[in-house]
């Protein structure tokens, strides 16, 4: 599976944002899905992940009630929706996938797939 994420930009915060992950390979539609971020000095942190039906969401505690993560199985795609977004928000965003559980899905090593990130800049 190669994955290739787009959408990322410049925005006001306060602002939205929807970032989308194409995968290549018709087995996309049995594998989880994940956003990571990663901003300047930090480590890579845990977004949001979804598993392979869609039926199943999982959240990082501070980007729950702003983000939502979505797949459309029909077109290989995945999608990060993104509002109220506060300076703090500032990174690379990364989109990965794996044929894992969604119960680890918040752990970098239980993806086998990355997209080659998208940046997302909010100003104050």
């Known amino acids: 599976v190669q994955l290739q994420a787009s959408g990322g930009g410049l925005v006001e915060a306060g602002g939205s944002l929807r970032l989308s992950c194409v995968a290549s390979g018709r087995s996309f539609r049995s594998y989880m899905m994940g956003w990571f971020r990663q901003a300047p000095g930090k480590d890579r942190e845990f977004v949001a992940a979804?598993?392979?039906?869609?039926?199943?969401?999982y959240y990082a505690d501070s980007m729950k009630g702003r983000f939502t993560i979505s797949r459309d199985n029909a077109k290989n795609t995945g999608y990060l929706e993104m509002n109220s977004l506060k300076p703090e928000d500032t990174a690379v965003y990364y989109c990965a996938a794996d044929q894992g559980l969604l119960a680890k899905s918040r752990h970098e090593r239980s993806y086998a797939y990355w997209g080659q990130g998208t940046q997302v800049t909010v100003s104050s």
């Open positions: 979804i598993n392979w039906s869609g039926g199943s969401t």
